[in-house]
């Protein structure tokens, strides 16, 4: 079965230099959450997107940016990129408008490290 | 706002046993909840879905309950292995909107 693809899997930037993250959300799924995850912390809710369109807004900071394409897939746009940027950053799918709640998937993860 | 709590935060058994791992949320009004396990740079692997109108379910040696009234869930994982090793979290989806809120993890190791 298909799952949520994320790439690239490892990035190694500088601090300033800018970032994009994909993420390939599992077909029919209608809805992306993207998390942040720092060493030994839970996952950190940074933005959504149902439906193409920005649903809810996390602790994204304002350097950062995303948005849903046509074909559903997303991107997060990371720019100024700090120390403190250095994280697993995950993307997870699921089907909102599902009768009884539809179930979270996340990818692989993209590891950002910044230098 | 939703929190969610998980206690313990670490557990070290002997293989063989059964163990209950807890989560706790702060408001009721869930639409579902869910375990994950994550393995160390890994990411989550959805365990368990348990919507708001259910009070258990089951997926091999795993049970996973929900009692929406005292804000708590439990999963339940029946003779530990080695391969159990993992961090476990549990995660809240509130009724208000579509987000997910997730504890910090329980870290389990399953000595051999």
């Known amino acids: 079965a298909a799952g949520v693809i994320q790439s690239p899997r490892h990035l190694i930037k500088e601090k300033r230099e800018t970032a994009t993250l994909k993420c390939y959300p599992i077909?029919?799924?209608?809805?992306v959450y993207w998390y942040q995850q720092g060493p030994g912390q839970d996952p950190q809710f940074l933005i959504s997107?149902?439906?193409?369109?920005?649903?809810d807004k996390g602790s994204i900071p304002d350097r950062f940016s995303a948005q849903q394409f046509s074909d559903y897939h997303s991107e997060l746009n990371m720019s100024s990129l700090e120390l403190g940027d250095s994280a697993l950053y995950f993307c997870?799918?699921?089907?909102?408008?599902?009768?009884?709640?539809?179930?979270?998937?996340f990818g692989e993860g993209s590891r950002l490290t910044v230098l | 706002k939703q929190e969610v709590t998980q206690i313990p935060a670490a557990l070290s058994v002997p293989e063989g046993e059964n163990l209950v791992l807890n989560c706790s949320f702060t408001d009721s009004a869930i639409y579902n909840l869910q375990w994950f396990r994550q393995d160390p740079g890994k990411g989550l692997t959805s365990l368990l879905l348990i919507q708001s109108s259910q009070r258990e379910q089951t997926s091999g040696r795993l049970n996973a309950s929900l009692d929406k009234s005292s804000g708590r869930s439990t999963l339940y994982i029946a003779a530990s292995q080695p391969g159990d090793s993992a961090t476990y979290l549990c995660a809240a989806r509130d009724n208000y909107g579509q987000n997910f809120v997730f504890g910090p993890g329980t870290r389990l190791s399953v000595l051999p």
């Open positions: 997107f149902y439906e193409k369109m920005q649903s």
């Open positions: 077909p029919r799924h209608d809805t």
């Open positions: 997870a799918s699921t089907i909102i408008g599902l009768a009884g709640g539809g179930e979270l998937f």
